[in-house]
């Protein structure tokens, strides 16, 4: 029996177009750099793209699937040109002269490149140009700037139903689905996409509750006579691109039933748009609120969240948590600063160093806050999630130190990366049951884990690349008539 041949091929990163940081190649080699059917054996059984891709693979005997080039990096400024230019020309090489049944694109959909602002967009058109009438089929992020043409040059797209982030591996095993259909020789889809003229902050985004909630219900429940699925993609206000905006994506059996349906969840969602709008306390008032609270309790810094493109640098919460006397041991997570990190570790545990800590990247987002802090753990960053986001998933924070200023606890990496997992915790030593505080540069990722753990969790607005205030940031490529 002659087998059907997938290719799969992965880019995913999520582009602020406004962080002062481009993403480089050792970025994706730290946490996913590969060629090859090899290197899936590290993620069958976790709840990504990938698990879906190996779950698929043992499954499908019948099927002989080859994995092109996949990349990922933690969210980021914009990938440096070349390195664009490499990764798909490496998918572009492995595509070319060959006979494909069906090709897999794992997308984030609010990639940018240093001088590309729709680079998803354009990557897709080349795979289509190299594969010809292929069956083609992308899975995208939640925060996806999607794109009206999208529907002309994909047979299949579908992005994730909830966030935070839980069902990365269902929305890949549905691409999958529908591509093993298509090869088989059953009837394309038809596809639709609504844009609403409005950049939606996700303060308000996740699905448990809130306007996300309601608009990701009303558009499962549609999901009935002919129509197969919708996504309803919030876009990534810190993406700047001629496609940013909310967005709907749906494929139905006829065109009229998939343009109406996106049509109807549209205006849907636009009508909630208000909703999406929050209002953040300073660090002073959210520690406040968040220290009359008992037990374990959480204030997060989205401005700098690495998950929206934070540099992992700025100090304004870090200032005011020193300047706060909390009931019991505070953990703040984290400071990104290789070189703080290896003056720990030259020094050992148990010394005294004075540091320099935040605002070495982007200073006018908040100056250093000068400390004399005590070396009291170093780990060599490695550990697996255990929380419901990327479950199972490795990850290599570089080295790492702990640093004590009074009662405060300072995490220090090598790498720009969340802490958003207990495990992650737990690798530097903190016992969340003996912890009063734990303040994060982070957002609603960190929910998934914290939620019922914390007694509350309270956002705060402070100076950052992810900042709050859309109005100081440098948009160039944004589509006419946008509501800010």
Known sequence: MTKKRLAVARLWHEGNSFSPLPTILADFERREWFEGAGPLARYRGTG?????????????????????????????????????????????????????????????GALVAVSEPQADLKLIRRVRAAIGTTPLGVSFDLHANISPDLVQLVDFASGYKTHPHVDMDKTAALVLAE???????????????????????????????????????????????????ITVFGGFVWGDSPDAGAGILSYAETAAQAQAAADTVAASLYA????????????????????????????????????????????????????????????FAFLYDPALVQQARTAGIGSRIAAKLGGRIAPHFGAPVVATVEVVALTDGRFVNEGPFETGMAVDLGDTAVLRAGRVKIIITSSCQAGIDPAYFRLHGINLAGTRLIAAKAKNHFRAAFVDRAAVIVDVDTPGPAAFDLSVLPFRHLPENIEK
């Open 179 to 229: 591509l093993e259909r298509l090869a088989a020789g059953d009837a394309k889809r038809h596809g639709a996409v609504k844009k609403i003229p409005a950049l939606l902050h996700s303060f308000n985004m996740r699905t448990a509750a809130g306007p996300m909630a309601d608009t990701v219900n009303e558009a499962r429940a549609l999901c009935r006579d002919g129509v197969k699925d």
């Open 48 to 108: 990504t793209e990938l698990g879906a891709v190996a779950a698929f693979i043992d499954a499908h005997a019948d099927w002989d699937v080859q994995v092109l080039r996949c990349a990922s990096a933690p969210p980021g400024g914009p990938v440096e040109d070349a390195l664009y230019e490499r990764i798909v020309a490496d998918m572009l090489r492995g595509l070319q002269g060959q006979h494909w049944d069906a090709v897999y694109l794992s997308l984030h």
């Open 272 to 331: 909630r748009r208000m909703q999406f709008q929050a209002s953040l306390p300073t660090p002073a008032q959210g520690l406040a609120q968040a220290l009359a609270t008992p037990g374990l309790v959480c204030v997060v810094e989205p401005s700098d969240n690495p998950l929206s493109g934070g540099i992992g640098d700025t100090t304004g919460l870090l200032r005011e948590l020193m300047e706060t006397r909390a009931d019991g041991e505070a953990v």
